[in-house]
């Protein structure tokens, strides 16, 4: 079965792609490279020294035999990815292509059109592509456990059956998202389910939660294929920011109270959800919903572990918490369902001390490589 | 108070503008005139002969006396968005200015895109302006009963109480749009709640449901100031379609079985009704919805009332179900509550004979303007 992975050059892309093409699945990446241009307009980088793409994929090939098609270019540009989608034939769309940072969403008004343009705009284009060539094909779409916000009722998977004056329905599940970028993953939710109701197509959304950790079986096999690890205040994420934070003796930057509580998962995880997708397609016509991750904690639970481990390490680890540049709760009602992946196969990695041993070591052996400048939050919500 | 009506130069835009003008308001119309130029585009027209913005706008100054300001221009070009509103200053902002017709987003891929680029992007620099310069001034948007599709439980006002597993919470209803139009709709609303929770501005989200009839009180005043009126298969929609097909002998065309049921109302309440949200803010940070319509009809309802009112014409009026070219229910619950404007005052104009007779004679006074060719859809949903 041929894979397109769209966003193939990033965190969770590459990641997929490399394990993908080690479980045997052809595998083509689709990427704009742009997340890289974004890093230099920023003055960030990630903390591991990641090389260019078609490095990565040639350094694969040496080690595995195994190839990996490349298509450099931007799915808003739809003779490209029409022209692309043609050449490689996928059985499998996996879409990870989109601006993917909230606070980078809200920097200004720019930056808030450039990703609800870039992310609904790049979907519609697949969907249409999806449409006029490859009606059967398979797209797996990553949405965001954010686009549900922090609701005071169970939080299903994708739809709730409601009971109301005496009748019912099952209804796509009510979105509160917290960000102009949770926001366009709503809108492609919304695209996509239209999409597969009138043209029959089939596809899964899937609600990712938060994603820790770094290494995968295939990313760790040579330094050449190292993926990359986001620390800065726009791109990092709680806990692999905390662990970096704490390799180098900066503190521990919770927002606010740290009540907030989120869904979690290890990326490698993250790979094998793809692959429980891919491997159990969607009917004709059907968006199928997921939600994608293993466990739920606030992010002060998070910041207390990493202290703990650390604490192992012989690090002295201090945790600050800062006023929050974000409007949310800081203290909510938060219990997400999580049973359709588990269900079809998910074993998961539970967030252990031997992961906060491997990712804490990990952080040290490249904290020389850390731009103090880049950690505290710069952008805030209310401003 | 000064009100600015973006899309003043629309069917619902004008009759608005001038209503509120005539009521005492100070009105300013901010419109881009680009549908004009899709009629031209798509080779069609309204049936009646409206005058240029700048004389229609002259014609209303040497009758009441009343001046309008006018600003021409698109909102997606925020510069100009931000002069314009320097300059006026207002305290409201009515907003139709967004691409409004489902038919025309689903022309393919790029209407597609163009509409819900055109809509989103315009809205968001609406609310960015709103948050740097007016935080106070109050948004009326126009949203469409179509946001929520034909659910199997009753329509509330844009919000819904859900018990569910032992807990409660009132959330945003849930919306299964039926076009990349409707959707765009949808995309906004989630957009302009999050604005009004993060940077508390006030905003009304009015879910309009289908409006009819052309005279109101001021553009019936003088031909000059006469209201566009639409047939054709892209902007027609379903009443005033079905009377000017009665006039001009055609058959009156219902897409399917005709069990299609939505909110109708007179174009005399829709401006009421904007007057009602202007003079009844929402609090600040208050995102609030009032579904705007005043009777559920369906599809072949209405038929069969043309049909009879043009009988007393002396009108021979045949119905045709056409194959419907759009994906949707043809029979299905549909109960939608709308009393959040009846509470502030609004006193309906509900359908009448004597609205069916005035309209069918106005259709017959301009029915050698009518374009045969324009009559039948030629946009499907499917393909």
Redo the contacts between chains.
């Keep these: 079965m041929k894979v397109l992975v769209i966003g193939g050059d990033g965190y969770c892309g590459w990641a997929t792609a490399l394990y993908l093409s080690n479980r045997g699945y052809e595998v083509g990446i689709l990427d704009s490279l742009v997340r890289r241009y974004w890093d230099m307009q920023l003055g960030v980088d990630t903390l591991t020294p990641i090389l260019p793409i078609q490095e990565r994929i040639q350094c694969w090939q040496a080690l595995t035999g195994k190839t990996i098609d490349l298509f450099v270019g931007d799915i808003t540009d ?1 003779d490209f990815l029409i022209k692309s989608l043609r050449a490689f034939e996928p059985g499998a769309i996996v879409h990870f292509g989109e601006q993917r940072s909230a606070p980078y969403s809200m920097i200004d ?1 720019e930056h ?2 450039l990703t ?2 870039n992310n ?2 790049g979907t ?2 697949l969907l ?1 592509a999806m449409k006029e060539d490859f009606p059967d094909c398979h797209l797996v779409k990553l949405g965001t456990m954010g686009e549900y916000g922090t ?4 939080i299903e998977e994708g739809y ?1 059956t ?4 005496g ?3 099952t ?10 970028y949770h ?1 366009s993953k ?2 492609d939710s ?2 996509i ?2 999409a597969c ?3 029959g197509l089939r596809a899964t959304d899937l609600n990712q939660g938060v994603v820790y950790g770094v290494l995968t079986e295939e990313t760790g096999m040579d330094e050449r294929l190292i993926n990359r690890l986001d620390y800065d205040g726009v791109f990092g994420t709680a806990l692999n920011r905390f662990c970096i934070q704490a390799a180098i003796g900066h503190p521990l930057t919770v927002y606010g109270k740290g009540g907030q509580t989120r869904g979690f998962l290890d990326i490698r995880d993250t790979v094998r959800c793809i692959e429980i997708a891919i491997a159990n397609p969607a009917e004709a016509g059907e968006f199928r919903v997921f939600n994608q991750f293993t466990e739920m904690f606030s992010v002060g639970d998070l910041a207390r572990k990493v202290q703990e481990a650390g604490k192992s390490l012989g690090l002295k680890v201090e945790i600050h918490h800062l006023e929050n540049p974000r ?1 949310e709760k800081e203290e909510h ?1 938060f219990n997400a369902k999580n049973t359709k992946l588990i269900d079809l196969g998910l074993h998961p990695h539970y967030l252990s001390d031997a992961l906060l041993d491997s990712l804490l070591n990990f952080a040290i052996k490249y904290k020389d490589r850390v731009n103090q400048n880049e950690i505290l939050p710069k952008v805030t ?2 401003r």
Tied chains: 1, 2.
């Design positions: 739809y008004r808030a059109v609800q343009v609904v705009v519609l284009n249409y609701p005071n009722i169970d709730i409601i009971e109301h004056n009748r019912k329905d209804l796509p599940y009510p979105k509160q998202p917290g960000s102009f926001l709503v809108h919304h695209n389910h239209f109701r009138i043209w409007v009602y919500w209310r």
